[in-house]
């Protein structure tokens, strides 16, 4: 890489940069261990195991669980989102779902739809991204099976009223699937308010290596979930079936231990530093990024201002990602353009067909850094609209 100086803004597809000891952490594994986990006896095999078990207990007491063993690990949040979606749905189930969704949720879920094997209901959002609990709930039938739910909008970082929908879905017979992408390392998250299936990556707010994510299944339900991937586990290597137990029944293969190594302690940090000191330094963050893009002309803000610093824009007669290429090229700003893998929320926040330039930060972003972010959107829109 050159030097130039990066002003890093795309926390919201992955947060950069990792902590040193994240990094430490995984270049001692690759240097003095290196073995897989769960399938050898001998000592650097247990380090292995113990590097996993650190990990499945970090994420169990974020999301207010002492069960380890009902969280399994992924590559990440997508695998884990697949694991629960295909895990649970039967033929002629129904589903309810959101228009907020990233396609990790809604591809599998029309890859069912379009094989006619689920039936779907897509409940809208407004116009500022936000799904309504009501007309979720109203959604919910006699055969609905499962309910997802985004905890917040990767478009917007607009929250969603996942508590309200898991109160109403306590008087109702469906799951309820969240995906706390956004939300996992820097919102607090208790799975005790009624959530069934709980999925997020490991490497965005939580500040873990890409190639991590985890799936939490409610005890009451593991048995109600079919592995969507099978092979070896390490354990019962006699049997054709896959073991019937989280959470080996849903980690076919070798984990991905080096990666794991640094999300371990990528946690350990983030439980030391705590999640609401985080969720401060969000909100602030994301109150300097909206109150400044709000002031400058030609510039349209998408949404409204809510505890994540994710914002998205439009820059009046520039193409998100011809803005995005300026901002990288004349300033450093590093920002994403297009439709974010959000194939439906675009519609309901009028950025179709162009999608937005999206500024996402976390916890290491900077105010300065968020200052030159704004400026240079500023400078950008002032510079085009001048003649
Ligand atoms: C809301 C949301 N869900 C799911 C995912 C998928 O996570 P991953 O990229 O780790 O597969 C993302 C990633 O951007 C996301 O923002």
Same mark, same amino acid.
């Given at each position: 890489? *050159?030097?130039?100086?990066?002003?890093?803004?795309?926390?919201?597809?992955?947060?950069?940069?990792?902590?040193?000891? =994240?990094?430490?952490? +995984?270049?001692?594994?690759?240097?003095?261990?290196?073995?897989?986990?769960?399938?050898?006896?001998?000592?650097?095999?247990?380090?292995?195991?113990?590097?996993?078990?650190?990990?499945?207990?970090?994420?169990?007491?974020?999301?207010?669980?002492?069960?380890?063993?009902?969280?399994? @690990?992924?590559?990440?949040?997508?695998?884990?989102?697949?694991?629960? %979606?295909?895990?649970?749905?039967?033929?002629?189930?129904?589903?309810?779902?959101?228009?907020?969704?990233?396609?990790?949720?809604?591809?599998?879920?029309?890859?069912?739809?379009?094989? *006619?094997?689920?039936?779907?209901? =897509?409940?809208?959002?407004?116009?500022?991204?936000?799904?309504?609990?009501?007309?979720?709930?109203?959604?919910?039938? *006699?055969?609905?099976?499962?309910?997802?739910?985004?905890?917040?909008?990767?478009?917007?970082?607009?929250? $969603?009223?996942?508590?309200?929908?898991?109160?109403?879905?306590?008087?109702?017979?469906?799951?309820?699937?969240?995906?706390?992408?956004?939300?996992?390392?820097?919102?607090? %998250?208790?799975?005790?308010?009624?959530?069934?299936?709980? !999925?997020?990556?490991?490497?965005?707010?939580?500040?873990?290596?890409?190639?991590?994510?985890?799936?939490?299944?409610?005890?009451?339900? $593991? *048995?109600?979930?079919?592995?969507?991937?099978?092979?070896?586990?390490?354990?019962?290597?006699?049997?054709?079936?896959?073991?019937?137990? +989280?959470? !080996?029944?849903?980690?076919?293969?070798?984990?991905?231990?080096?990666?794991?190594?640094?999300?371990?302690?990528?946690?350990?940090?983030?439980?030391?530093?705590?999640?609401?000191?985080?969720?401060? %330094? !969000?909100?602030?963050?994301?109150?300097?990024?909206?109150?400044?893009?709000?002031? @400058?002309?030609?510039?349209?803000?998408?949404?409204?201002?809510?505890?994540?610093?994710?914002?998205?824009?439009?820059?009046?007669?520039?193409?998100?990602?011809?803005?995005?290429? %300026?901002?990288? !090229?004349?300033?450093?700003?590093?920002?994403?353009?297009?439709?974010?893998?959000?194939?439906?929320?675009?519609?309901?926040?009028?950025?179709?067909?162009?999608?937005? @330039?999206?500024?996402?930060?976390?916890?290491?972003?900077?105010?300065?850094?968020?200052?030159?972010?704004?400026?240079?959107?500023?400078?950008?829109?002032?510079?085009?609209?001048?003649?």
């Amino acid at each position: 890489m *050159n030097q130039r100086q990066r002003i890093y803004l795309d926390h919201a597809a992955t947060s950069w940069p990792k902590s040193v000891a =994240v990094v430490d952490a +995984m270049t001692r594994y690759v240097h003095s261990c290196g073995a897989a986990a769960g399938r050898g006896g001998y000592h650097a095999a247990a380090e292995a195991d113990g590097i996993v078990t650190n990990v499945r207990r970090s994420v169990a007491a974020l999301i207010g669980t002492s069960d380890i063993s009902s969280v399994s @690990l992924h590559s990440n949040g997508t695998a884990a989102l697949n694991a629960g %979606i295909h895990g649970v749905l039967r033929p002629g189930d129904h589903v309810v779902t959101s228009a907020a969704e990233h396609n990790s949720v809604l591809r599998p879920l029309h890859f069912l739809r379009d094989r *006619n094997i689920i039936d779907l209901t =897509v409940v809208p959002v407004d116009r500022d991204g936000v799904t309504d609990a009501d007309q979720m709930l109203a959604a919910v039938t *006699n055969t609905t099976r499962l309910v997802t739910l985004t905890h917040a909008s990767n478009v917007t970082g607009a929250m $969603q009223p996942i508590e309200s929908v898991a109160k109403g879905m306590q008087a109702k017979e469906g799951f309820l699937l969240v995906d706390a992408a956004q939300t996992f390392g820097t919102t607090a %998250i208790d799975v005790a308010m009624g959530i069934d299936l709980l !999925a997020a990556p490991g490497h965005k707010a939580s500040a873990g290596p890409l190639g991590t994510g985890f799936l939490y299944v409610n005890p009451a339900i $593991q *048995n109600e979930l079919v592995p969507f991937v099978q092979g070896g586990t390490g354990s019962r290597s006699e049997s054709l079936d896959m073991p019937a137990v +989280m959470p !080996a029944k849903l980690e076919a293969g070798n984990l991905n231990v080096h990666a794991l190594a640094g999300w371990a302690v990528a946690l350990q940090e983030l439980r030391k530093a705590g999640v609401e000191p985080r969720e401060t %330094i !969000a909100r602030s963050l994301a109150s300097r990024l909206y109150d400044g893009l709000a002031g @400058l002309p030609h510039v349209r803000v998408f949404g409204k201002f809510g505890p994540l610093p994710i914002a998205s824009v439009a820059i009046e007669d520039l193409a998100p990602t011809d803005a995005a290429a %300026i901002l990288d !090229a004349e300033f450093g700003v590093e920002t994403r353009a297009g439709w974010h893998c959000a194939a439906l929320i675009h519609g309901y926040l009028g950025s179709d067909p162009e999608g937005t @330039l999206r500024i996402s930060a976390g916890h290491t972003t900077t105010e300065v850094e968020i200052d030159a972010a704004v400026s240079a959107v500023g400078q950008v829109a002032r510079t085009l609209h001048s003649h």
